[in-house]
């Protein structure tokens, strides 16, 4: 009698003999044989007939594994990009903030030096955000989102540093004789807290998928 799972587990053997031995791909690759199982048996196809079929659509296991090679470059190629452009994002986010702090904040607080340089910032802090936005959603692979994670704790560090308020010094040139308002000090650190918020919708989503995928899985095996 025809047993899936162990068919399932000969054809990984094969995978892994072919040379396909990353496990995120040769996951991904056994999501895709179970699907088109699925949709071979939803047709009215028997379970043994629907595995051969499904096994010859995903493709043999040499040129597969050459096809995965190409995959792996790309995917490094695209990983590097998405560490760039988070690092890029962070440092708009940061610049942007830290002109209006220089601008608005210096030494102490003087919100009457408002200039042209801050509408300027502001635009900079909306790029760096909807970037973010994007580099959370485009973030797949492992590299990425470890990096990308080390982006967003760095941010949460710099927003802890800038919500207390300044330590208040008389003397001197230097001195500071009133802090930021409260709401100035909260801005600033709620945006520079939006990445991982960002970072956290976009894991939950991804969570979400990979737990639907799983219960479609459970489906084909009964």
């Known amino acids: 009698m025809f047993n899936l799972e162990q068919s399932v587990s000969e054809w990984r053997q094969q995978m892994l003999a072919a040379g396909i031995k990353t496990p995120v791909l040769l996951e991904e690759l ?18 043994q007939m629907a595995f051969e079929i499904s096994v010859r659509r995903i493709g043999q296991p040499k040129i597969l594994k050459h096809e995965f090679q190409k995959i792996e470059r790309t995917s490094m190629k695209r990983s590097f990009m998405l560490i760039v452009g988070w690092l890029a994002a ?50 797949r692979d492992s590299a990425s989102r470890v990096a990308s994670l080390l982006v967003c704790f760095f941010l949460v560090w710099l927003a802890i540093q800038v919500l207390p308020a300044e330590p208040l ?10 802090s930021s308002p409260l709401w100035y000090r909260s801005g600033l650190a709620l945006l520079l807290c939006v990445p991982v918020i960002f970072w956290s919708w976009w894991e939950r989503r991804r969570a979400v998928q990979m737990r639907h995928s799983t219960r479609g899985n459970q489906y084909v095996q009964t």
């Open 30 to 47: 056994e999501i895709h044989l179970r699907e088109e199982i699925e949709r071979q048996m939803k047709s009215g196809t028997n379970t």
């Open 169 to 178: 010094d008389h003397s001197g040139f230097l001195g500071r004789s009133e």
């Open 90 to 139: 962070c440092f708009i986010l940061v610049a942007g903030l830290f002109r209006a702090e220089w601008v608005l904040n210096l030494f102490n607080w003087n919100p009457e030096s408002w200039d042209w340089s801050i509408p300027v910032s502001a635009a900079g802090v909306l790029v760096g955000i909807t970037a973010v936005w994007f580099l959370a959603k485009a973030s």
